[in-house]
């Protein structure tokens, strides 16, 4: 079976804050790794992707991608109240043709101001 | 504007009842998904669909339908044979090139009284 593991949470950080979102996945054949932003009752809405090993940044995100240890993080620099959402992880793990998502059951974050 | 419709925003079922969700894009996706999202738990794929015609289960099918008659619909019924349809359903969809990204409709709560 194919997983992905995060931890829960809450994961409650200062305002202004650097907040660790961390994931780990089973596939050592997964190509490609998102991760999705979801307020409560809305859906889930992608704020980076990143295919090769190593930093991909994008304003106050980070994701950082170690496929020999099969791991991805988040970074949030300069945490808000805005960015308190749950934050869910997914990895393509398709053969080419069937491209198919499996996704972490996501890490709630707290930005306390 | 480009996007993923999904109606109805909310729907009520009698129980023995089947329902159709509706999922529209015009984005010009090969690829079509469908999710359903249960409270404290990450995405389950229910039904993807690459191609117009063909459609391929997921992890969790039972009581569950579609049809992928054109490129830019996927409905989803709710048949009376799913014992506990309550959930927020997700349509997503995704060009088939092996790098792109998927993104997610706004999602319909289904409640069964």
């Known amino acids: 079976q194919k997983e992905v593991e995060q931890n829960s949470g809450p994961l409650s950080v200062p305002e202004g804050a650097i907040a660790s979102l961390n994931c780990t996945y089973s596939?050592?054949?997964?190509?490609?790794f998102f991760w999705y932003r979801q307020y409560s009752g809305k859906s889930p809405e992608l704020i980076m992707s990143?295919?090769?090993?190593g930093d991909k940044e994008d304003g106050r995100f980070t994701a950082q991608l170690n496929k020999a240890s099969q791991y991805v993080s988040l970074l949030i620099r300069d945490s808000q109240p805005s960015d308190s959402a749950t934050y869910l992880c997914a990895v393509n793990t398709g053969t080419s043709g069937t491209y198919k998502y499996i996704f972490g059951t996501g890490t709630r974050l707290k930005v306390l101001a | 504007d480009g996007g993923i419709t999904q109606s109805p925003k909310y729907l009520f079922r009698k129980e023995g009842q089947n329902v159709t969700l509706s999922c529209e894009q015009n984005l010009n996706h090969d690829a079509m998904y469908w999710y359903r999202q249960d409270p404290g738990q990450g995405l389950r794929l229910i039904y993807y669909s690459q191609i117009v015609n063909d459609f391929q289960k997921g992890d969790i099918a039972e009581g569950y339908s579609v049809s992928r008659e054109k490129k830019e619909s996927f409905p989803l019924t709710v048949t009376s044979a799913q014992k506990n349809p309550t959930a927020f359903y997700l349509c997503?969809?995704?060009?088939?090139?092996?790098?792109?990204?998927?993104?997610f409709g706004p999602g319909t709560r289904l409640t069964v009284l």
């Open positions: 990143i295919y090769s090993n």
């Open positions: 596939d050592r054949g997964s190509q490609s």
């Open positions: 997503a969809s995704r060009g088939l090139a092996a790098y792109n990204e998927q993104f």
